[in-house]
Structure formats: structure tokens, C-alpha cells
């Protein structure tokens, strides 16, 4: 159950809040001025405070000031009830971190609509933190794959890039694109198997060393498998190195067997190695890029894909 906290000096206008709120399944904490409020606050941890501004001992600025100050308040959803007032007012509020009005007098639908709204931006921003909590901690292991690698710097940050364009460009869903981006990120993660003489090396890779370079889509997958949150994304891990025409690593898979999350990264991971530089060669122009991907497609990429990819590209 939702919990609310309910300030309002008027005893007539908190009941009749208070009905209107409890008959909708919220759970109201009262409170007739802001120092009772305050306590009952830190006592209760409510989900949203409702707040009328003058009342007596605290007023309603004083109680949002202290809200805000405390951490588990900081990002509480905040709604001020006023009577019609001076802009001056509404600005000091704003100033102060308030997140809606409700003018006096309302009637039941505004009270209840001003609450569901204020709940849902609170809800979508929390799910918003915890994915982009996630995402820095994925960053932070790619940073330090990265680190081991100087050829490849930056290599993440623009496949992350150039993943998500050609994830928009191929109207994927939004749920496909949030792993999209963790598998982008995480894509070459299993290369913490690879040494780092070999990672460095500048001459032509030994067969052994080839091997070796060719553990890291299975070596990524295994260390995903067991976390929750990023399991869904190992097809991209998996199979970026998969070709078209079946010769690619490390299952061999060819076409459309090949699954789409591989196929696609597949492409960006080989336009950004080829329009950098790396030990084995120099980098590219965009144009001389696209000549040989145009050539490679149906040998190494999905004809389709590669199409939009460079058509993507060049509208960007
Ligand atoms: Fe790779
Ligand atoms: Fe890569």
C-alpha cells in the first residue's frame, strides 16, 4: 500500500482528503503542522508528501526545505496545497525542490490525478536509476577490459554507440534495445582471458595466439550466465563474431541461424575496427568502411542489416 503524509492545519480539509485518499487503497499518515509532520516523516518514510503551505510552528516551506535535506527525502515526490497565491510564492517553492501544485479548492479527480501522476514519475525514474545503475557498473568492467587493450580504446564506447543507432534504425522494441546496450558494452568482455601479449601484439597472431583471441565470445557468455539482470544479453556476447557464410566463431552458425543480436553487432564491431587504427592496420575512412562491407554482405554480414546500417549512417 502506498503510504502518503498528509499535512493540513484545517481539521475539515484533512478528513475530507483523507476519505477521498483511503477509499483509493492509500495509506495517509496525518499531520497539522510541519514539525509533527517532520517526525512522523523520519518515523514513517512515506512514498509522497502532500503538504498545505501556511500553517502554524512549521510552514509548508520550512517543511520541504527539511524533507529535501535529509537523503531518504531528497527525491520524494512533494505536493504543495496553496490557496491561488503570488508568483513569488510558487517560485520560492520551485526553489526549493516542490514537484506539483494543487490549488485550493480542488474537488476529489484533481487531488487523485495529481497523486497518480506525481507516483508513476516516480516509479519510471526509479527504474530508470537501477538501469543506469547497472550500466555504470558494466562500464566500469569494460573500462577495465579496455585498459588492457590500448589499440581498442574507446572500441566500447562506440559500438555501444553505433549499436544503439542501428538497434533504433531497425525498430527494435525498447526492452531489446535496454540489453542491446549492456550487450554492447559488455561484447568483448571475455578478452580478460586473452593475455596481454597478445592483446598488444603488433605483428601477425601465432595460431596458438589465434586461439586464444578466439576464447573471448564463449569466455564472455560463461560470466554472464550467472548474473541475472545481463543473462538476456548474451546472445550479443556470443555471436558477434559469427559470419553469414558460416565460417565465423565460435559456434559456425550461418544466416539467419545466427541470432539477429549477434548479426547486427557483428557489423558495428567491424566499422569501428576498421575506421581505427589497430596493430594490423590503418584506420579507414567511413567511405572505404562501407566499400567493403557492401562487399562483405552475404559473406560476412546480413545483407539486410548491413543495408540499413550504412543507410543509418549516412543520415546521422
Ligand atoms: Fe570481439
Ligand atoms: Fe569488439
Known sequence: MTRILLVEDDVFLLDVMRSILEIEGYEIFPASNGREALDLFVATRPEMVISDIMMPEMD???????????????????????????????????????????????????????????????????????????????????????????????????????ALSLGFALGWDSEEIILLEFGAILHDIGK????????????????????????????????????????????????????WNGCGYPNGLGGEEIPPQGRMLAIVDAFDAMTTNRPYHASMTAREAFAEIERMKGVYFDPHMADVFMKSYKNE
Open 60 to 162: 509548508g516551506y520550512e517543511l520541504l526545505e527539511s524533507i529535501r535535506a535529509i537523503p531518504i527525502g531528497a527525491t520524494i515526490p512533494f505536493l504543495f496545497l496553496s490557496a491561488r497565491t503570488e508568483r513569488s510564492d510558487v517560485s520560492r517553492a520551485r526553489a526549493l525542490g516542490v514537484d506539483d501544485y494543487l490549488f485550493k479548492p480542488f474537488d476529489a479527480p484533481e487531488l487523485l490525478g495529481a497523486v497518480r501522476s506525481r507516483l508513476e514519475r516516480r516509479r519510471v525514474l526509479e527504474m530508470f536509476d537501477t538501469r543506469s545503475a547497472h550500466l555504470q557498473t558494466v562500464l566500469m568492467l569494460a573500462n577495465v577490459i579496455e585498459t588492457r587493450d590500448p589499440y581498442t580504446a574507446g572500441h566500447v564506447e562506440r559500438v555501444r554507440r553505433l
Open 192 to 243: 580478460i582471458v586473452v593475455p596481454r601479449t597478445v592483446l598488444r601484439k603488433t605483428g601477425p597472431l601465432t595460431e596458438e595466439e589465434w586461439e586464444l583471441m578466439h576464447q573471448h565470445p564463449d569466455a564472455g557468455a560463461r560470466m554472464l550466465e550467472g548474473v541475472d539482470h545481463l543473462k538476456a544479453a548474451i546472445p550479443y556476447i556470443l555471436h558477434h563474431h559469427e559470419w
